[in-house]
């Protein structure tokens, strides 16, 4: 079975320094996609950043970039330049790819880091 | 705007009671699913769909019902609403390709309160 941990229930940072949110997964299974979504005050889910299991280099989004070490599960989120606007809740997903034909679009996720950004 | 547009976005109901919540995207996204977030508990998966007429069970699928007759629309009905019930729905879409899922979209959300 698929689970992903984010060992990190809350965080604070430092405005306009860098964060770092962890991530870990576990599955069987060699082809699988990685997913950060953040969750403000508002509720609404915003997607971040994907890195896919066959992606050789990290993903990267403006001050987001995904810290993939497929050999340790790990799939750490970076923040560089914390702003305000940045405090939310911070959830790692998982699903799993099958290029057979068959497909597994489920998403698995981990029960998320609050990030406080402090003035 | 294009999206996944859920409704209600807040009920209430009396324990007993049923009721549907909408999810309807325009997209044409084969994949569509419906999670409930608890407090510190992240996004379990109830019920998804990867089509029309094809539906499946989630992690926490008891007391939940789904069908999907359209590609566009994907209810979520309560059969008889329990406290335990309480939580935030969220459904989703995604498009598939080369056999991956990947642009998720989701509804801005549904809070249900059960008394």
């Known amino acids: 079975a698929q689970k992903i941990t984010q060992t990190q229930p809350g965080m604070f940072v430092q405005e306009k320094e860098a964060v770092t949110l962890d991530c870990t997964y576990d599955t069987s299974d060699q082809s699988y996609g990685l997913f950060w979504y953040k969750q403000p005050s508002s509720g609404e889910m915003i997607f971040l950043i994907y890195?896919?299991?066959?992606?050789?280099q990290n993903a990267t989004e403006g001050r987001y970039s995904l810290n993939f070490q497929k050999a340790r599960k790990s799939a750490n989120l970076v923040i560089s330049a914390s702003q305000l606007g940045d405090s939310a809740m911070y959830f790692c997903?998982?699903?799993?790819?099958?290029?057979?034909?068959?497909?597994?679009?489920?998403?698995?996720f981990g029960k998320g880091t609050k990030l406080s950004v402090k003035p | 705007n294009a999206g996944v547009t859920q409704t209600p976005k807040f009920q209430v109901l009396k324990t007993g009671q049923s009721m549907t919540l909408q999810c309807a995207q325009d997209?044409?996204?084969?994949?569509m699913s419906w999670y409930r977030q608890d407090p510190g508990m992240g996004l379990r998966l109830i019920h998804y769909s990867v089509g029309a007429g094809i539906t499946d069970q989630g992690e926490v699928p008891n007391g939940y019902n789904v069908s999907r007759s359209t590609t566009e629309d994907f209810p979520l009905r309560l059969l008889s609403a329990a406290p335990s019930q309480t939580s935030v729905y969220f459904c989703a879409s995604s498009y598939s390709k080369a056999g991956g899922y990947y642009g998720y979209t989701f509804g801005s959300g549904t809070r249900l309160t059960v008394v």
């Open positions: 997209m044409n996204h084969e994949y």
């Open positions: 890195q896919g299991s066959y992606d050789e």
């Open positions: 997903a998982m699903s799993l790819v099958a290029y057979y034909g068959g497909s597994q679009g489920n998403l698995i």
